[in-house]
């Protein structure tokens, strides 16, 4: 086995280009594995556990560019090197070809484009707020998709935000939908009379999609990130944006998707929801319904679309477990007569955290205890749920909705494990998330359940797809694929963590399925 | 902040832009500058005999040997390495020096004044055409004999057709010379014939020694496109002295090389080096030398970028890129568009034809530097390591850390 | 421009970080001018400082 490593001073590159590079290079003959990346310390770390690490690597600062190829020759490892240099300068060439001039600063930026009104910011965290208080400064405002930014950043940036009245969306806003255009990672979707309030990305992507199901559409979705509805940053944004949606002429309802609101916060917001003067759904994932009636309140995201259709249509509506209890009863009929042992233990391996969240609180009345990293409390116990795109699993490497990698590792994993009987997913499709996401996720499932089979057991695996047929990725063929690979498609997030349940403990039948036949 | 940077920055680029540089006179580095005793001036940030590279230990014994304090270059050299000479660089004293830039007592130089900021600045006649010059390090007899011609003929007819004719107006020659295709540092074809002409018939007048008066037109005129380029320095130099020490500026004052070490000063930051290695060269070789034989980046010539012109003006010159290697003439333009990324603003009277007339980029704003990571191309010759002369040109990319360091100095005095 | 004009417009937007969100945009016919970012001097204390050397001026403005 060769090492080779070389680093470029001064260079730098946006993480996904980094990563499509690093990608190619793992296909080269000879290559076991490759890094592309800046030389922060949290990558020095990963160079170090690759095995990657070098002395030159070892000198390389922030601002530099690591290339580093372990290969079974030592010229297949130059070679790869080479290979790098070659893609790099491919893309300078391609850049160049167009005759345009990038700038390389916000204020330049302004000077091509002067009347912009929105800044959109993926920078690495640790400077994210500095390009943000940019913006606002310069009247813009910001969708703000870079996380690590500290609440006390975010609060400054959100106070001077309201004071003239501009959206700051997020940090950590990962979707937005603005006059029909989306921001971030966004389903294909038409606008309509829904406006949205969203806390996070994914919760928004749900909503959004299952509009779009509904043959209804978004008239706006304003992110605010997970921390708006904290004591600390009191709502800044989801008021702001609320206001905005109430004057705006083509929302006729809104629904607002957020964590539950800090006690001190719920007064304000409770107030500013009674003002929109529009059918409003609220669904604060884990909070009782509660308020004086001027808000429909609502416990999934996927009944905080329906809700809001059937306000719209003045319909009557009523949360249901299962769109189609009878087929679910059908399947579990199924599932039962295969009486091939199976692990006791449920293990969620989310990509969307909200998804994650909305599963696990689903999933503790009728299981008992989940250790999650979403959400509080949680003990360990047969049952997990993780949502792989928290900052603990994403150090150094892209979010699993752009990297599917890393999650189909541990759905294999999840095969070789005696404990696990279910496997909860969730798959996002969408714009700016990844080609083909169900490609390499099926191929795992495949991997898992073979390993299972092989050791005697049997390993059901429960999946949700957010997207819809307009995505890039086609939401038929994404569920397609996973149901080839031995899948449980279920239509929702919500109806997938009941149908886990369902499966690990019959004695629920009664409570979600009611006397359906 | 209560002090405005951007109404200091202002200041400091109308104050470059206003600028009417005249070329007044000639005389002794001593009686106009004041350089007495064993002082010595060198360019680029101040650096000790110990750490001097070739060229600039050369042209130190060079000019120890014009001004006699030693007989031999070895006598020369255990001077230097005394600590009996004072060595200053040539910007603590309102010069610039191409080069090594070696400006001793007894060194003619020509005085450029600014009446609109009311500053002075000098430089040496730099010496050539002939093979082994001195600003290269060389100080053979063939050097020195050049160096006291300059002193005895050429700087008196000079001064002769000053007192005639009266300054010569180097601002509105410099704007012609740059829509001629100069870009005032690595090429002043059009800038050195402007001034042949308008030297020509003065000094018929003012020489009457026919060989004498052929030999400084032939040292005015031959093989020598880049005669000019002191004379742009000086005026480069005279704008940038007017910005020094305006308050809360973060605009460049002086970035200039001593062969070991690029250096920054920041209006707002007084007579504070900042320093980085010193970059090598990315350039050009004339037959029979290599990036090997190169001296890394030397010389005051810098002053022409801080100016905005030189590597910053590249799209004034098409001819330049392949003197200094180039790719392309579009890539030329791209550079000079890029800087206005890093400029506060540009220079109405250096309009650059092929980018419709807009003015060079002027008054480098270290904050942008920083903001953006783009550091201003440096045209520049290359100086052998050794041999006391040129062997090429280039562009030098000079190192972030001096933007960076000044930067930090800057917020310790302005935003502590 | 307030949060109430903007939803009543075209977006334009400036994009900082990946470019692929400039070109998801630029699909959808946004005018979008991408960024060439990248960190100062790969240091967020110098970034800090370059956003403390920054004049208010622009508050009033826009």
Redo the contacts between chains.
């Keep these: 086995m060769a090492v080779r490593a070389v680093v470029w001073r001064?260079y730098?590159q946006d993480s996904m280009i980094l990563m499509r590079i690093a990608e190619s290079l793992r296909a080269l003959p000879g290559v076991r594995e490759a890094a592309v990346l800046m030389g922060t310390p949290a990558n020095h770390e990963l160079l170090a556990a690759a095995g990657l690490a070098t002395p030159e690597t070892k000198a390389a600062t922030p601002g530099d560019l690591v290339l580093a190829v372990a290969a079974s020759t030592d010229a297949e490892a130059q070679a790869a090197l080479d290979a790098a240099k070659g893609l790099f300068d491919a893309r300078r060439r391609e850049r160049e070809a167009t005759?345009r001039?990038l700038?390389?600063?916000l204020e330049?930026a302004l000077?091509q484009l002067p009347d912009a009104n929105l800044v959109s910011i993926s920078v690495p965290g640790a400077y994210a707020k500095f390009e943000a208080m940019r913006g606002l400064r310069r009247g813009l405002h910001v969708f703000l998709f870079s996380d690590n930014v500290s609440l006390a950043d975010e609060v400054e940036l959100k106070q001077v935000a309201v004071r003239r009245r501009l959206l700051c969306m997020g940090p950590d806003c990962g979707t937005a939908y603005l006059n029909g255009v989306g921001l971030g990672f966004a389903n294909v979707v038409a606008r309509g009379r829904v406006g949205c309030v969203a806390a996070s990305g994914t919760g928004l992507q749900a909503v959004a999609s299952r509009l779009a199901a509904l043959g209804e559409g978004v008239s706006h979705g304003i992110g605010v990130g997970g921390r708006d509805l904290s004591a600390e940053v009191d709502g800044a944004m989801t008021k702001l944006a609320l206001e905005a949606l109430a004057a705006d002429p083509t929302t006729e309802a809104v629904i607002l998707i957020s964590k539950p609101p800090a006690a001190s916060v719920l007064p304000g917001l409770e107030a500013t929801i009674r003002k929109v003067g529009k059918p409003i759904v609220v669904s604060c994932l884990g909070a009782a319904a509660r308020g004086d009636g001027s808000a429909r309140w609502v416990t999934t995201l996927e009944d905080a679309a329906d809700a809001a259709v059937a306000l719209l249509d003045g319909r009557s509506w009523a949360p249901r477990a299962f769109s189609d209890p009878v087929a679910v009863r059908t399947r579990l009929a199924r599932l039962r007569a295969d009486t091939t042992r199976r692990g006791a233990g449920l293990l969620g391996l989310y990509t969307g955290g909200t998804l994650a969240h909305e599963a696990r609180l689903l999933l503790e009345p009728l299981l008992g205890p989940i250790a999650s990293n979403v959400g509080a409390g949680g003990e360990a116990g047969p049952h997990r749920i993780l949502d792989l795109g928290a900052d603990e699993f994403t150090v150094g490497r892209l979010h699993p909705m752009l990297d599917p990698e890393g999650r189909a590792a541990r759905v294999r994993e999840a095969g070789r494990s005696a404990g696990v009987g279910v496997v909860l997913v969730d798959l996002v499709l969408g714009r700016g998330v990844h080609a083909d996401p169900a490609r390499p996720l099926a191929a795992a499932i495949e991997d898992a359940r073979r390993a299972a089979a092989a050791d005697g057991r049997s390993l059901l695996v429960v999946a949700s797809v957010v997207g819809t047929e307009r995505d890039p990725q086609g939401l038929g063929a994404q569920v397609g694929a996973l149901e080839a690979a031995g899948a449980e498609m279920v239509p929702s997030n919500a109806q997938a963590a009941r149908f886990a349940a369902l499966a690990l403990n019959p004695s629920l039948e009664a409570e979600l399925l009611g006397d359906a036949r | 902040?209560a002090l405005?940077?951007?109404a200091a920055n202002r200041e400091a680029l109308e104050r470059l832009c206003r600028a009417r540089p005249m070329w007044t006179a000639v005389r002794l580095a001593r009686d106009a500058m004041g350089l007495g005793g064993q002082a010595l001036l060198h360019a680029g940030p101040p650096i000790e005999w110990e750490r001097m590279c070739g060229p600039m230990r050369g042209a130190v014994i060079g000019a120890v040997l014009y001004e006699g304090w030693a007989a031999t270059p070895a006598d020369a050299e255990r001077l230097a390495a005394s600590g009996e000479i004072r060595f200053d660089p040539c910007h603590s004293r309102g010069a610039v020096g191409p080069m090594a830039g070696v400006i001793s007592p007894s060194t003619p130089v020509i005085v450029v004044e600014d009446p609109v900021n009311g500053t002075a600045a000098y430089t040496f006649i730099a010496d050539g055409p002939w093979g082994h010059q001195l600003r290269f390090g060389a100080h053979g007899r063939e050097t020195l004999a050049g160096l006291a011609w300059i002193r005895d003929i050429v700087a008196p007819a000079f001064e002769a057709v000053l007192e005639r004719e009266g300054p010569v107006d180097l601002a509105s020659l410099m704007a012609q010379a740059l829509s001629m295709g100069d870009e005032m540092h690595m090429r002043n074809a059009a800038a050195t014939g402007l001034l042949a002409r308008a030297l020509a018939a003065p000094l018929v007048a003012a020489v009457p020694d026919a060989a004498r008066l052929e030999a400084i037109m032939r040292f005015l005129t031959r093989d020598n496109d880049q005669f000019f380029l002191g004379w742009a320095m000086c005026a480069a130099k005279a704008a940038a002295l007017s910005i020094e020490g305006i308050a809360g500026s973060?605009v460049v004052s002086t970035m200039a090389r001593n062969g070991v070490e690029f250096g920054i000063r920041v209006a707002g930051l007084g007579d504070e080096w900042f320093t980085g290695p010193a970059s090598v060269v990315a350039g050009l070789y004339f037959p029979g030398f290599a990036a090997g034989d190169a001296n890394r980046d030397i010389g005051d010539s810098a002053i022409m970028e801080t100016c905005g012109l030189g590597g910053m003006a590249m799209a004034a010159s098409p001819a330049v890129q392949r003197i200094v290697g180039a790719k392309s003439f579009?890539e030329a333009v791209?550079t000079t568009?890029?800087m206005?990324?890093i400029c506060v603003g540009s220079n109405p009277r250096f309009a650059l034809a092929p980018l419709n007339g807009q003015g060079t980029p002027t008054g480098i704003d270290i904050?942008?530097v920083?903001?953006?990571?783009?550091v201003p191309p440096i045209n520049t010759a290359i100086a052998h390591r050794e041999a006391g002369r040129m062997i090429g040109a280039g562009i030098s990319t000079p190192p972030?850390e001096p933007f960076?360091n000044a930067?930090?100095a800057?917020?310790k005095r302005?935003?502590a | 421009m307030s949060v109430e004009q903007l939803l009543g417009q075209p977006l334009r937007v400036i994009n900082l970080g990946l470019e692929l969100f400039a070109r998801e945009l630029e699909t959808d016919g946004v005018p979008v001018v991408h960024v060439d970012w990248?960190p100062?001097?790969g240091?967020p204390s110098?970034a800090a400082?370059?956003a403390?050397?920054?004049?208010?001026?622009e508050e009033s403005a826009g």
């Design positions: 001064s730098y005759g001039i700038p390389r600063t330049s000077r | 902040m405005s940077i951007e973060t579009a791209s568009r890029s206005a990324e904050r942008k920083v903001q953006a990571g783009i972030l960076v930067l930090v800057f917020g302005y935003a | 990248r100062p001097a240091d110098v400082l370059l403390r050397l920054e004049d208010d001026a």
